[in-house]
Structures are given as structure tokens and as C-alpha cells.
């Protein structure tokens, strides 16, 4: 019986781990984001992870507190805020100091 309740502990202990390492994505970026001052300019994320950022395709995901987006040509990291109740989204990239304002679309 001893046995038995120390492999059911055993278990629950590794279970929790491998359930505590599962990540969901931040729905709050899901969707199509346009530019504040440039109107043809736009994001969108979609809730496979992947994006499409200036025309260019990434794979996305919030790490340490920040986005990142990377391809095959590299990554890009940027600070980010939510504002209005999710509708404004600000992208500070970590890189060059340049910030963007975007309104979901």
C-alpha cells in the first residue's frame, strides 16, 4: 500500500513538471494589426505562431517579457504594451529603440 502511494506521488510530482513546461500563446497578438501612421503597413499573427511582419514571414512567441520573431534571415526581439483594452499594441524594438503603435484591425 506504501509502495503504491509513493509511486501515485511520483507520478503526479512528474506530471505537474511536464504540464508546468506546456506554453500558450498570448491571444491578445492574434489577428491583424494596422500601422498608426502608415496605413498600408500592417502585422498579423496568427495563432498557429507563425506572422506576417512587413511582408515577411516569421514564427512568433513572447519570451523573457518580450516578442520575438525569427526566420531563416534572423530574429527580432521587441518590448511590448497593450493598451486600450487590447486593441493598441506598442512594439519597441529591442535592437534600435524605434517604437510602433498599431490598432487591431
Excluded at 32 to 43: E, L
Excluded at 54 to 63: H, L, S
Excluded at 87 to 102: A, C, E, Q, R, V
Aim: charged share 20%; with cysteine; net charge negative.
Amino acid at each position: 500500500m506504501k509502495k503504491r502511494f509513493i509511486i501515485m506521488v511520483s507520478m503526479c510530482i512528474i506530471l505537474a513538471g511536464v504540464l508546468n513546461g506546456c506554453t500558450q500563446i498570448d491571444s491578445r497578438f492574434v489577428g491583424t494589426w494596422n500601422h498608426s501612421m502608415i496605413p498600408i503597413t500592417y502585422v498579423t499573427f496568427f495563432s498557429d505562431e507563425t506572422c506576417n511582419y512587413y511582408t515577411e514571414f516569421f514564427d512568433w512567441k513572447v519570451k523573457d517579457g518580450n516578442l520575438v520573431l525569427k526566420n531563416e534571415n534572423g530574429q527580432l526581439t521587441f518590448e511590448f504594451s497593450f493598451t486600450d483594452n487590447d486593441k493598441t499594441l506598442t512594439l519597441t524594438n529591442i535592437d534600435t529603440g524605434k517604437s510602433d503603435m498599431y490598432y487591431k484591425q
